[in-house]
């Protein structure tokens, strides 16, 4: 069964650190990857990480990790700013041995988690 779950997201302070998890099910990291999109009010949805087994690419502050044994894939946002606050979404693409982009369309996503930074 194909599934993703992202957790982590709320209220945060500005300054503050922010780790998402997604749980993944179904998908095989050495030739599928697993991404990260946001999307910001009134904004268009954007990548900003990917993961394989083979490596990750991430925007800016953005910082993608997974523990394989967990079956989760993290994103880290340290020093969250106000424009952080949107909708993340963990997303698959299959096919994909290496991330040479953290924006690429996806095949497969999650619902979505809330991040909301403010004082």
């Known amino acids: 069964q194909l599934q993703l779950a992202e957790s982590g997201g709320g209220f945060v302070q500005p300054g503050g650190f922010l780790n998402l998890s997604c749980s993944v099910s179904?998908?095989?990291?050495?030739?599928?990857?697993i991404l990260w999109f946001r999307q910001a009010p009134g904004k268009e949805r954007e990548g900003v990480a990917c993961?394989?087994e083979n490596g990750g690419n991430m925007k800016g502050r953005f910082f993608v990790s997974k523990d394989d044994t967990k079956n989760t894939v993290y994103l880290e946002i340290p020093d969250v700013e106000p424009e952080d606050t949107g909708v993340y979404y963990c997303a698959a693409r299959r096919g994909v041995y290496r991330c040479d982009s953290y924006d690429m369309a996806a095949d497969y996503w999650g619902k979505g988690t809330l991040v909301i930074v403010s004082s």
């Open positions: 179904g998908f095989n990291l050495d030739y599928d990857a």
């Open positions: 993961i394989t």
